[in-house]
């Protein structure tokens, strides 16, 4: 236990700590890149974790983030309320104010949420709500909780983040089709990636893209890769499984596509990842210069930062 006014946190056993010394990527990013999936983690001193936290993280606070956002070449950041703060967004809200322009959040909430803490929210920076259908990371989340949810952002003009495994698409399609917000989906919905692209598991995913005009996260190949990140040739190329996915993803939804760190990488227990290396990844996905200032500047700039001119879409039309 710390002083009388605060507490400290043991990680959860096992707990694999962030890489502090990524390597730098040799790739440059185009100016404006946004890394749109990224967390903080407390410190858990000032911005407790949450008593119904699923995991206890080690600390990475928002300096720490803002240093690797610089270390990488990355302008703006999309920092994603993560289940071990439950939905006290105080320390996500911390970050985004600290980072002024250059941060937006997502946050969790309850369905009793009130119009005022939502519009605090919005003032903060905040422009979308986040469920999750983990049961490794939260309780259940009723459904019903989501259109009460959704009915109370909507005006905002906010987005709903949605993270669930694969095989709970089949259960959850109509109900998030039914949803009055646009839809984000975090890390390609989890594909199997030993079940190939052309799989009817992954086909099924891309018809509900295609059909709800959903927005899909290109993100997480270090945790849906089962090949692993040895980038043995010296090539810098990882997690070679998980590219025909995204890839396909990136070719098919070009314009609904965002790209995200998931620094610092909750719950990884083989390996951490190399965000450097995780950069270096980018032009695997999406090969073209056109491909990835729409994947990492044009598209989530249009949906966190609406009000920034359009110059870079047109630079996109102008790209090969
Ligand atoms: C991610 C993935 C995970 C964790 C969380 O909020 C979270 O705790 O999102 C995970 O363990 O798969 O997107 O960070």
């Not at 909780?145 to 003009?157: S, T």
């Not at 906010?158 to 646009?182: K, N, Q």
């Amino acid at each position: 236990m710390g002083s009388a006014d605060t507490v400290s946190f043991t990680p959860t056993p096992g707990w694999r700590d962030h890489d502090r010394r990524p390597s730098t990527p040799t790739v440059a990013l185009p100016a404006g890149t946004v890394d749109a999936h990224c967390h903080v983690f407390g410190p858990g001193e000032a911005f407790p974790y949450a008593p119904e936290r699923k995991y206890t993280p080690t600390d990475a606070g928002r300096e720490e983030l803002f240093a690797l956002r610089d270390h990488l070449g990355i302008h703006r950041t999309v920092v994603v309320q993560a289940t071990c703060h439950g939905a006290d967004n105080s320390a996500m809200v911390d970050a985004v104010r600290a980072a002024g322009d250059r941060a937006r959040g997502i946050a969790t909430v309850r369905p009793d949420v009130t119009d005022a803490e939502l519009a605090g929210l919005h003032e903060a920076g905040v422009r979308g709500v986040r469920f999750n259908f983990l049961s490794r990371l939260v309780e259940a989340t009723p459904v019903r909780d989501l259109a009460v949810v959704a009915q109370k952002i909507a005006p905002l003009g906010w987005h709903a983040v949605i993270y669930f495994e694969a095989s709970d698409l089949d259960e959850l399609e109509g109900v998030l089709g039914a949803l009055p917000v646009p839809l984000v989906i975090d890390h390609m919905g989890r594909p199997d990636v030993t079940r190939g692209v052309d799989g009817s598991a992954f086909s099924h995913f891309l018809r509900f893209v295609d059909r709800h005009d959903v927005w899909v996260k290109v993100s997480c190949p270090e945790r849906l890769s089962v090949t692993g990140p040895p980038a043995l040739d010296g090539e810098r190329n990882a997690y070679r499984d998980v590219v025909p996915f995204a890839r396909r993803v990136v070719e098919e939804f070009g314009d609904r596509v965002l790209w995200g760190t998931d620094w610092p990488h909750p719950n990884l227990t083989d390996h951490m990842p190399d965000d450097g290396l995780l950069v270096d990844h980018i032009p695997h996905i999406a090969p073209t210069a056109r491909a990835r200032q729409r994947l990492l500047v044009a598209n989530p700039t249009r949906l966190y930062w609406p009000d920034d001119p359009p110059d870079t879409a047109v630079e996109t039309e102008a790209l090969p």
